[in-house]
């Protein structure tokens, strides 16, 4: 840094990035894929001439300051910002949070393999209807440290198992697949023949399924749908969007938006959970926020430009996609708060209606500006409280911001799925007060 000083830079950063990845797949009691892999990115960013400038490398020596140094001049030369970014200096205090399990990282390749293994003999030794499409158990290390000119210097390290597994069930040429994730940094409340278990009997379980005639139904989500569907629609949350106009809740700060049932958060620091850290990649400490509390809009997520721009602070929500993107706004640990009751209970409630399992086309059938969706789904349908038949064939449409207003019910199985781009998301089950169904 005190090179790029003395070549022009008002004040700099350089962001660190290492990742240390295991990945192994499974098929049919054998290895079909082994990966042990390590990454290093380094991205350094100073204002030159009133603009910041950006460049990237993946080593560390000598030449690639100066590299780094004149990439940034250049990048900065060319810059025309209407809207300034600026180098933090630090947050008065940093919550401390272990995102770093030590037994985790004494696990050997083989014992993450016999898992893996144990994973694939949970979906077979119980169903004969069933195979794997695939089975992979993977473990992620990462370390990130921040430093910059005014005297900012930040670390942190992290690691975490993400597992997943894909089941084939067939049965008088009916064919069902089904899925099964799990994502953690305690190996110890990972049950691999449990999660495989699970996943053979969804795909059984869906066997002999047909479609449902056309309407409007009361519908209950499974929480990892819910989490899945709020992934979709996390942006219009982001500060940076609704100045965009991307987002319809510009001016509704402070007033209703949802159901009183819901409250929604972005936490950052959960123990266990990916998505936490104690600060984000500009610097800025992570905290506990309520965006919804019982159905009232409270809080946009903010990186710090955006946050300048509305004349607030930010909320420790700007990070990158990897070191070689620029920081966007992006949340940590965001999840419908869980409520008190439990699954057989919403069931009882809901007493007939549909349940949703699965939904498709989240990347096509949902418009993340209008909160329009159409998606490909299926479940059971219910009666009595009770499964009566499997349901496939439809599609739920509506719009997530109706939705919000339309829920009647919130889970106590909180449930935080695999990361996206977006971020950690959670969410119980939720009960809806009607969809609309397209069927036969």
């Known amino acids: 840094m005190e090179s790029a000083l003395k070549q022009g830079f008002e004040h700099c950063e350089v962001y660190f990035e290492a990742t240390e990845n295991f990945e192994v797949l499974v098929l049919e009691g054998e290895i079909s894929h082994y990966e042990n892999s390590n990454q290093i990115g380094i991205c350094f960013r100073g204002i030159y001439k009133s603009n910041m400038g950006y460049a990237y490398a993946t080593t560390m020596n000598e030449q690639t300051v100066q590299y780094l140094i004149e990439q940034a001049k250049e990048n900065a030369d060319v810059i025309e910002e209407t809207e300034k970014e600026v180098i933090f200096e630090g947050s008065n205090y940093y919550t401390p949070i272990n995102s770093y399990n030590e037994k985790l990282k004494m696990l050997s ?8 293994k144990k994973m694939e003999q949970g979906a077979l030794q119980e169903y004969e209807q069933v195979s794997i499409d695939y089975c992979v158990l993977q473990t992620i290390e990462k370390t990130i440290a921040l430093s910059n000119s ?10 975490g198992i993400v597992a997943n597994i894909s089941t084939i069930a067939q049965q008088n040429g009916d064919v069902k697949t089904a899925s099964e994730d799990w994502t953690s940094n305690d190996w110890s409340t990972f049950y691999p023949q449990e999660i495989g278990r699970k996943a053979g009997e969804k795909a059984v379980s ?8 056309s309407g409007e139904y009361r519908v209950l989500l499974e929480n990892h749908v819910a989490a899945e569907l709020l992934s979709a629609f996390a942006g219009i949350f982001y500060g940076e969007n609704v100045q965009k106009g991307f987002s319809l809740l510009k001016g509704k700060l402070k007033e209703k938006i949802a159901s009183s049932k819901v409250t929604l958060r972005d936490d950052g620091l959960l123990e266990s959970i990916s998505g936490s850290v104690p600060f984000d990649h ?14 009232k809009l409270e809080a946009f997520l903010y990186n710090l430009k955006s946050a300048a721009k509305d004349r607030t602070v930010s909320t420790g929500n700007g990070f990158k996609n990897g070191y070689k993107n620029t920081v966007k706004t992006k949340c940590t640990n965001f999840y419908i708060q869980p409520g008190g009751k439990t699954t057989r209970t919403l069931m009882a409630q809901l007493g007939e209606g549909l349940l949703i399992t699965d939904i498709a086309g989240l990347h096509s059938g949902a418009n993340a500006i209008s909160g329009d ?3 490909s789904a299926e479940g059971f349908w219910i009666e009595r409280g009770q499964i009566v038949r499997p349901v496939e064939q439809i599609t739920i449409g509506g719009n997530f911001y109706t939705i919000l207003k339309l829920i009647e019910e919130v889970g106590n199985d909180l449930k935080f799925i695999t990361p996206s781009s977006n971020g950690t998301m959670g969410a119980p089950m939720i009960m809806i007060k009607r969809i609309s169904v397209a069927g036969i």
């Open 109 to 116: 390749p083989e014992e993450k393999m016999e898992a893996a």
């Open 150 to 159: 005014k005297g900012l210097s930040l670390c942190h390290k992290k690691n």
């Open 206 to 213: 869906h066997l002999g399924a047909y479609s449902l005639p």
């Open 282 to 295: 500009e610097g800025v400490a992570v905290k506990n926020k309520i965006i919804i509390e019982n159905g």
């Open 373 to 375: 969706f159409s998606l």
